[in-house]
């Protein structure tokens, strides 16, 4: 049951332009959201986040946007630049069932973004 | 630096033969964590913990064992390996995921094992 789904794989996009990738979830008990990059033979390392309760959080060239109702969440860049050619992986938070007050964490497949020069 | 550090980064292995992936903090964090990343399927995670000598399972934990005897180590070892267990593993630390906030993890460079 993959309950958070990045349904494209990949992305092109020009330098300059805006990049946009997204994610659906089908858990509403869901109460953070993270986006992650990760380079080629290195870890993941964090993006931006955002709370459930927030419809949009930004940092930089990075605005990350969350839609409840549709369950869907969205990181746009821009512009872009070659420099952000990666894999993006979303990432949810929820609480576990045991032990009593912990979390974890449900990562999406990924999307390889490659920025045109 | 603060950063997760994992050993080996590249390990070819035949069935059977067991082996352990090292994984180290410098950060003090309390929690730790075992992922492996495979085409298609994501990062789905081994085995976690929550502190010294608190482990537990993940969604994919067949297979694999952890032990957490110091806070800063924690360890992934296959007794059998098998061919499906060939993959990418990340391993990752924050600090405690309890209460307000995104705790975010701090992810090692990964370890590629091949098991023929």
């Known amino acids: 049951d993959q309950q958070v789904k990045q349904n494209s794989p990949s992305l092109s996009v020009q330098e300059g332009r805006i990049s946009i990738l997204n994610c659906d979830y089908t858990n509403s008990m869901f109460d953070y959201f993270l986006w992650y990059k990760k380079y080629p033979a290195e870890g993941p390392t964090f993006l931006i986040s955002?709370?459930?309760?927030?419809d949009k959080n930004e940092d930089g060239r990075f605005t990350v946007f969350l839609n409840k109702s549709a369950k869907h969440l969205s990181l746009h860049i821009v512009p872009s630049q070659p420099g952000d050619s990666a894999v993006y992986f979303c990432a949810a938070r929820r609480r576990r069932i045991y032990p009593s007050g912990t979390y974890k964490y449900i990562f999406g497949t990924g999307t390889r973004l490659k920025v045109l020069a | 630096e603060a950063q997760v550090t994992q050993n080996p980064r590249y390990l070819i292995t035949v069935t059977g033969k067991k082996l352990t992936v090292t994984c180290s903090q410098n950060m003090n964090h309390e929690y730790m964590s075992w992922y492996r990343q495979d085409p298609g399927l994501g990062l789905r995670q081994i085995y976690y913990s929550m502190n010294v000598e608190v482990t537990d399972k993940g969604d994919v934990p067949e297979g694999y064992k952890v032990s957490r005897k110091e806070k800063r180590n924690f360890p992934l070892i296959l007794e059998s390996p098998s061919p499906n267990q060939t993959s990418l593993y990340f391993c990752?630390?924050?600090?405690?995921?309890?209460?307000?906030?995104?705790?975010?993890?701090?992810f090692g460079a990964g370890s590629r094992l091949t098991v023929l």
């Open positions: 955002i709370s459930s309760i927030k």
């Open positions: 990752a630390s924050s600090f405690a995921l309890r209460g307000s906030g995104a705790n975010v993890l701090t």
